[in-house]
């Protein structure tokens, strides 16, 4: 049982092969057994589920029908009564969907209808409906799909079915390109929004982050499609509400707590401070899987005690939310406001490809101006995505002669804005990969032209004067990094920083003397040095031995306006996610960017 929760767990993660792997282990255990109980059939689900996801159908086909039959002889007379076996169906008619049997899954999806017709099982009823409406879509027959999902509404099925249900009926007129979706689309949107608030108001940053991945993704997406196909006021002013939602939404969670923590004297914030504890301990690499795993469930129950605590925390939740009219609001005459948005081109559930488009949002607009703005896959080429053989070459793509990327993201929006205006924009996708202000029109680069501001949403701009930073501000400047120092002095160097057992400090580096010190980063953090102290500021430079992990965890709670970091970066290969299916993760604003966990920056090691 233990191996199958972890085989789970890693297909909860995308991470299928060690998810393969401890599911094949627990086969195992319950062969060596010879159990063949109700959990092995669950697992022969799960498996199933697995192999579906990654391509594999006729095993996937294979471990359903073998839990069918051991469902069949457990419960015989008794099989539609339990949830197992309707699951397990449903699993045979998604990968005949997978494998383009249309006909196949809607005889499986007729199966079930007529067995939860029989015992009056309404919700399974709905769902099948719901499911099989899916493949009429697919098969472009919207008016059969509408039908099935009208019927699957009238059905008396859970607030998860009837959102499914919503959704495909929504997806549907989309690709029927009929008018009637922007009414259905704002009940849509403040459903999701009233659930996400109720949901955000018991879970813990971890399982927030979890749930936003996947239903901030269908929110934003139909937003913008929609905005994409009718470009009205309306959905444009509703386009960019839900992505200051959606960027805002965990960071204002985040920032709910921590004023809670603030303004208590009591067990609030006694919770709060081990809970940091906690946290703290998990970035100590000696940590075993076992001691990590156990830290991570007390931080979540504790996260979970502190806002079940906090008074009126859903309604304080709704209160922090920003609208198009509250940025335009906040912007003087001569700002303008950008937020950069996902545009999907669909064409059917499993078509889906993205493009790039903004929104501008000026003081006297009365509603945001929508341009289209290049595909992804445009951008993946300047990038040089999925093609090894290339490398980026920063001196040609923001050369002043080269106009590309001008040409992809901002040729369409320069019609609607002046030069010298204050530009605040919020970037999205591989949009984060481009310097904006390096970008040129063949004769100036932007940087000469705006005063740009990368935030990270534009709801913002009207929190904080983001265009001066106050003189006495603090700056930490790291740089000219002597990577390859004995490990002696490294650990003598950290204890002034450090909170950590001195003998793990030494093993932490796997490639020690591989790495090449950077000459041009000493100059760097020089020139930066004398211009941030000849402008008031208060420089604090760590260089040389003195930039290390400890002394960079140690700036953690400390009033730091600006950090420079000067160093090598790094990556692994990540993992092959297969993401594959309709909105899988896919322009997601959560902060779960699993790439990041394969990606860092090398201090003094």
């Known amino acids: 049982h233990i191996y199958a929760s972890k085989g789970f767990l890693y297909y909860l993660l995308s991470d299928f092969k060690s998810s393969l792997w401890w599911y094949n282990k627990a086969i195992e255990l319950f062969h060596e057994a010879n159990d063949r109980s109700i959990s092995y059939a669950r697992l022969l689900g799960n498996i199933s589920s697995l192999c579906s996801r990654v391509g594999m159908y006729k095993d996937a086909d294979e471990k359903i029908d073998e839990a069918l039959e051991l469902c069949k002889s457990f419960y015989s007379n008794d099989i539609n009564s339990i949830p197992e076996y309707y699951t397990l169906l449903n699993n045979k008619a998604t990968n005949y969907l997978k494998m383009g049997n249309y006909d196949k899954g809607i005889e499986v999806y007729n199966t079930i209808i007529s067995n939860a017709t029989s015992y009056n099982n309404q919700r399974v009823k709905a769902l099948a409906m719901c499911n099989m409406a899916e493949i009429y879509i697919l098969k472009n027959d919207f008016q059969k799909g509408r039908m099935l999902l009208e019927e699957a509404l009238s059905l008396d099925a859970d607030e998860y079915v009837k959102e499914m249900i919503d959704f495909n009926n929504i997806f549907c007129l989309l690709l029927e390109r009929d008018p009637n979706v922007v009414d259905k689309l704002k009940s849509f949107n403040l459903n999701n929004i009233d659930k996400v608030v109720q949901i955000f108001s018991n879970f813990s940053e971890s399982e927030r982050e979890v749930f936003w991945n996947q239903i901030s993704s269908n929110i934003v997406l139909l937003n913008n499609w929609a905005l994409s196909i009718f470009d009205t006021n309306d959905l444009s002013q509703s386009a960019y509400n839900i992505a200051l939602f959606s960027k805002n939404m965990l960071i204002n969670s985040g920032r709910l707590l921590e004023n809670a923590v603030k ?25 075993s899987i076992d001691s990590i795993n156990s830290h991570i469930r007390m931080i979540s129950q504790l996260e979970k005690q502190i806002i079940s605590g906090i008074p009126n925390f859903e309604d304080k939740l709704k209160q922090q939310f920003k609208s198009y009219n509250d940025v335009r609001s906040s912007l003087l005459d001569n700002d303008v406001a950008i937020e950069f ?55 040609a793509i923001y050369s002043l002669e080269d106009r590309t990327l001008y040409q992809m993201l901002w040729a369409n929006i320069e019609p609607m804005i002046s030069e010298g205006l204050n530009v605040f924009y919020s970037p999205v996708g591989l949009i984060n990969r481009i310097n904006l202000s390096a970008i040129s029109d063949g004769m100036k680069q932007l940087g000469d032209r705006y005063n740009l501001f990368e935030v990270s949403t534009t709801a913002v701009v009207n929190e904080s004067d983001l265009n001066t930073i106050g003189k006495g501000a603090n700056v930490a400047i790291y740089g000219d990094v002597d990577y390859n120092e004995d490990i002696e002095k490294m ?13 793990l400090l030494a093993t932490r580096s796997i490639n020690r003397g591989t790495w090449e010190m950077l000459p041009g980063t000493k100059s760097e953090i020089d020139s930066i040095s004398s211009i941030v102290s000849f402008n008031g500021l208060s420089a604090q430079v760590y260089n040389r031995e003195n930039a290390n992990e400890e002394s960079f965890k140690s700036l953690s709670g400390k009033p730091i306006d600006i950090i420079h970091i000067a160093t090598h970066g790094f990556y692994f290969p990540d993992r092959n996610t297969n993401q594959s299916f309709f909105f899988n993760n896919l322009g997601s604003y959560t902060n779960r960017d699993y790439s990041m966990l394969y990606s860092g920056l090398l201090f003094y090691t």
Do not use: H
Request: glycine share 6%; proline share 4%.
């Open 341 to 395: 948005i996902y545009l999907p081109d669909i064409t059917s559930f499993d078509k889906v490809s993205l493009s790039y488009g903004a929104l501008i949002l000026k003081k006297n607009d009365d509603s945001p101006k929508f341009v289209r703005l290049c595909s992804e896959e445009e951008l993946k080429g300047i990038l040089c995505i999925d093609d090894s053989t290339k490398k980026i070459d920063p001196n």
């Open 263 to 287: 303004q208590d004297n009591g067990k609030i914030k006694d919770e709060y401070l081990v809970m940091q504890q906690l946290k703290e301990k998990l970035s100590n690499k000696g940590l």
């Open 491 to 503: 650990n003598e160097v950290a204890q002034a920083y450090k909170s950590y057992s001195p003998g």
